[in-house]
């Protein structure tokens, strides 16, 4: 009898695992060319990381990462950023940004900048980038403070959101625009 029960607990189990696996991913956004490479199996891959920036937030905070990866046999490579956000209650999400999308980002993040109230004759708004995985830096009015605030949001998994000054978007835009320029000073080495 116990073994049965054992074996009817397993069997029921391992039903329920495919439901929370496709759960998991039913992510809006499809994945970046980088993390798509990154998942190739049956080859060496190489990956090299450095930390460009750690921009603090209102709550929380963003940390931006130059990323290379390289196929060993074949020595194709992709680039780009990993981009960390971190609410005020230490949850965190990653998104991949691919190196050919960053100059969209970076005029993206330079128009949302310039926003302001007359973008809109209604009461409040909101300008957004979102980049193909999900990434989002978005400006708006706050009804609490009668300011233009910002927010870059992680739309991964669970949706992470740093609020932000103005002046700490502006740091998030240097910290990609130089990511950009390590990713050509690496691309000029080899």
């Not at 300008?127 to 009668?146: D, E, H, P, Q």
Request: glycine fraction near 8%; hydrophobic fraction near 40%; aromatic fraction near 6%.
């Amino acid at each position: 009898m116990k073994r049965i029960c054992h074996v009817l607990l397993v069997t029921l189990g391992a039903g329920l695992f495919p439901f929370t696996a496709s759960a998991q991913e039913t992510n809006a956004y499809p994945k970046s060319r980088l993390e798509n490479f990154e998942a190739t199996t049956g080859v060496v891959l190489i990956k090299g990381t450095d930390d460009m920036a750690a921009v603090p937030g209102k709550l929380g905070g963003v940390t931006v990462k130059c990323r290379e990866a390289r196929n060993a046999a074949t020595n194709l490579r992709e680039f780009g950023a990993i981009v960390i956000v971190t609410q005020a209650e230490g949850l965190e999400d990653t998104t991949y940004v691919d190196y050919e999308e960053m100059d969209a980002l970076l005029r993206g993040i330079d128009y949302i900048s310039k926003v302001d109230w007359s973008v809109t004759s209604l009461g409040q708004f909101e300008a957004g980038y979102t980049t193909k995985a999900g990434l989002r830096v978005v400006t708006y009015s706050s009804r609490r403070s009668g300011t233009i605030e910002a927010a870059v949001v992680s739309n991964r998994l669970i949706k992470s959101r740093c609020p932000m000054t103005m002046a700490q978007l502006a740091q998030f835009r240097t910290a990609i625009d130089q990511t950009k320029e390590r990713i050509e000073l690496i691309q000029k080495e080899k």
